[in-house]
C-alpha cells in the first residue's frame, strides 16, 4: 500500500537502530539507568508489538506505553452507563467494535447484546446518523470515544443531523483530550521519563504548538511520530539526537501528514459542538481535570447524558486489577499479578487487554521482549516488511453495522 | 478506531453533505471530505489527493512531497551508515549476531 510499505523498509531500520546505538551509547543518562520514552498514544504501542521494535532498540532505552488508547481508559463506570443504555427499551445502541469487550462492573457491551440488548457495531458515526435517518422510531445512541483524532468526526456528524433535523439521534460523549493527560503525567511523582513520541494522528488536527510547554516548561523533548517501523524509529533516533545535543524541542516526524497547525476546519467543528468538562475520570489514572468534553448547551439535544437518566456511578477498579501502574510505566504488562492468568484477552479484566492498542493485550499477542519468546535482532528486521498492513476495519468486506 | 488508513479520492459524490468516493486498499467507500477541502476551493479540486481516512472521515491530506522528503534522509543516513560503520560492541536485547 502506498504510503505504508516504504516505511518498512529493513535496510532503513537496520541503519536507524544503528544510529540509535550509537547515540545510546554516549548518552550519560544511559549509563545510570534505562533512558525511558514514552509513546503517548496506542496506535504507536500497536506497531511497536505488532513489529517486535524494542528488540531493535539496545537495552538502554526503554519505552514507556502510555495512556493513548481511548478504550484502555475508560472507567467502569461509562461501560456501565454504556449497558444502561443499551438496555434501554426503545434504543439502538450504535458503537466501534474496539468498546464492546470492555468490562462494565456487570458486563460488557457485548453480554449485554448477548442478553437481548439492541447493540451494533459501526465503522463510522456517519453509519449511526443513517441508522437513525432509516429508522425513525427507534432512539439511536452513538457511543463518541476517543482523542482529538475522532472528536471532529463525531462533530461533523452532530452538525450533520443538525442541519438533516434528525432528532431520534444522540451521542454519548466519552471524548478525551491528550494535552491534559500528557500533564498529568508529568506531574505524578513516580515518572521519570526523558522524552515523548507524540501522537501523529492527534497532532493532524490540533498541530504542534500545544506541546509547546512540555519542551519549554518540563525541559523534555517531543518528536511527533507516525505510525510505521520507520517513523517510529526515526522518531526515536530524533529524540536521541535532541538529548545527545542537550536540546528540548517539539519536532515533527510526521510531515506527510501533520501540518504545523493541524486541521482549522475540524478545530472548528470541535469548538462548535463541544466544551470542556470540568474533569473526567480515567480508568487507572484517576479524575483528571479537564480532560474530557461534552456537548455544548446548544447541542443539548443531541446529548444523551442529558436526554436520558443514567446511573452515572463512580466504580473502583477490580483490586487485582493493576492497569494504572502499568499505564504510568511503574511495572510491565507481565509484572501485573493476574497477566495471563485471570486476565487474558478472552476474558479481560482490565482494558488494557481489551484493545490491540492495549499495552497487555499487545505483549500477550505478540510477545514481550523482555520475556520469551526472544527473537533474533536481524530476524526482527527482516520481519518488517512482511508483516501484513493493519487489519484496518475500513479495508473489511463485510460491513460492520 | 484511531488507526488511520491512506485512501485516494476519485470522486465527489455530493458537495452538500461533503461526500466523496476515496478507494482505500482496492476497496471504495464514501467518506467525509469536509476537513481536507480548502477554505475557498472546491470540492472537485481534491479529486486525486491522497488523504488519511479515520473512522469514515479524511482527516488529513497526506503530503507526497514530504514523504519522499523523509525517505530521501532516511535514505542517505543508510548510506552515510554504511561509510562510518566500525564495528561495536554493544548489549542488546535478542543478541547480534556476525557482526
Ligand atoms: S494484566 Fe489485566 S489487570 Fe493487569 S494491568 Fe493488564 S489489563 Fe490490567
Redesign the pocket.
Same mark, same amino acid.
Given at each position: 500500500m502506498k504510503f505504508v510499505d516504504e516505511f518498512r523498509d529493513p535496510g532503513k531500520a537496520r541503519a536507524l537502530a544503528r544510529r540509535i546505538d550509537a547515540l545510546a551509547a554516549r548518552n550519560p543518562i544511559c549509563r545510570r539507568r534505562p533512558l525511558q520514552l514514552m509513546e503517548v498514544c496506542g496506535g504507536h504501542t500497536h506497531t511497536i508489538f505488532k513489529y517486535g521494535l524494542e528488540q531493535l532498540l539496545p537495552e538502554a532505552i526503554e519505552l514507556v506505553h502510555g495512556p493513548g488508547c481511548p478504550v484502555c481508559v475508560l472507567p467502569m463506570g461509562r461501560v456501565d452507563d454504556c449497558v444502561a443504555l443499551a438496555e434501554h427499551p426503545n434504543i439502538l445502541f450504535t458503537t466501534y467494535g474496539d468498546a464492546m469487550r470492555v468490562p462494565g462492573s456487570r458486563k460488557s457491551l457485548m453480554q449485554a447484546r448477548a442478553e437481548g440488548a439492541e447493540v451494533r457495531l459501526v465503522y463510522s458515526p456517519m453509519d449511526a446518523l443513517a441508522l437513525a435517518r432509516d429508522q425513525p422510531d427507534r432512539e439511536v445512541v452513538f457511543f463518541a470515544l476517543g482523542f482529538e483524532t475522532t472528536m471532529p468526526s463525531t462533530a461533523l456528524t452532530v452538525l450533520r443531523a443538525e442541519a438533516e433535523g434528525i432528532d431520534n439521534f444522540s451521542v454519548f460523549c466519552n471524548h478525551i483530550t491528550i494535552i491534559p493527560t500528557i500533564k498529568a503525567i508529568l506531574d505524578s511523582p513516580e515518572l521519570t521519563l526523558d522524552g515523548f513520541l507524540g501522537p501523529g494522528h492527534v497532532s493532524m488536527v490540533i498541530g504542534d504548538a500545544p506541546y509547546a510547554f512540555i519542551a519549554r516548561h518540563y525541559r523534555k523533548p517531543l518528536v511527533i511520530s507516525g505510525f510505521e517501523p520507520l517513523d517510529i524509529l526515526q522518531a526515536i533516533w530524533m529524540v536521541m539526537v535532541q538529548l545527545d545535543e542537550g536540546r528540548c524541542e517539539v519536532e515533527n516526524q510526521y510531515r506527510r501528514v501533520v501540518p504545523e497547525a493541524g486541521n482549522a476546519a475540524a478545530l472548528r467543528a470541535v469548538q462548535r459542538v463541544f466544551r470542556l468538562r470540568e474533569f473526567f475520570e480515567w480508568r487507572g489514572l484517576g479524575s483528571i481535570d479537564h480532560s474530557g468534553v461534552r456537548l455544548n448547551e446548544a447541542y443539548a439535544r443531541f446529548d444523551a447524558e442529558r436526554r436520558y437518566s443514567l446511573p452515572n456511578l463512580r466504580i473502583a477498579d477490580?483490586k487485582?486489577?493493576? #492497569?494504572g501502574?502499568?499505564l504510568k510505566g511503574a511495572i510491565k *504488562?507481565r509484572q501485573?499479578?493476574?497477566?495471563?492468568t485471570a #486476565?487474558t484477552p478472552e476474558t *479481560?479484566?482490565?482494558?488494557?487487554?481489551v484493545s490491540s492498542e492495549?499495552?497487555?493485550a499487545a505483549v500477550y499477542r505478540y510477545g514481550d521482549p523482555a520475556g520469551p519468546p526472544r527473537r533474533d535482532r536481524t530476524e526482527a528486521v527482516d520481519g518488517l516488511a512482511s508483516r501484513d498492513a493493519a487489519d484496518h476495519p475500513a479495508t473489511s468486506q463485510e460491513k460492520p453495522t | 478506531m484511531c488507526l488511520g488508513i491512506p485512501g485516494r479520492i476519485v470522486s465527489i459524490v455530493d458537495d452538500e453533505t461533503d461526500t466523496a468516493l476515496v478507494e482505500i486498499a482496492g476497496i471504495r467507500r464514501a467518506i467525509n471530505i469536509a476537513c481536507v477541502v480548502e477554505e475557498d476551493g472546491r470540492h472537485a479540486d481534491c479529486v486525486g489527493d491522497w488523504v488519511l481516512v479515520h473512522v469514515g472521515f479524511a482527516m488529513s491530506r497526506i503530503d507526497a512531497e514530504e514523504a519522499a522528503r523523509t525517505l530521501e534522509l532516511l535514505r542517505e543516513l543508510g548510506e552515510m551508515d554504511e561509510e562510518l560503520r566500525q564495528p561495536q560492541a554493544s548489549a542488546r536485547r535478542g543478541g547480534e549476531h556476525g557482526r
Open positions: 477490580p487485582a486489577c493493576q #492497569c501502574e502499568v *504488562p501485573c499479578k493476574v497477566f495471563g #486476565c *479481560p479484566l482490565g482494558s488494557l487487554m492495549g499495552a497487555c | -
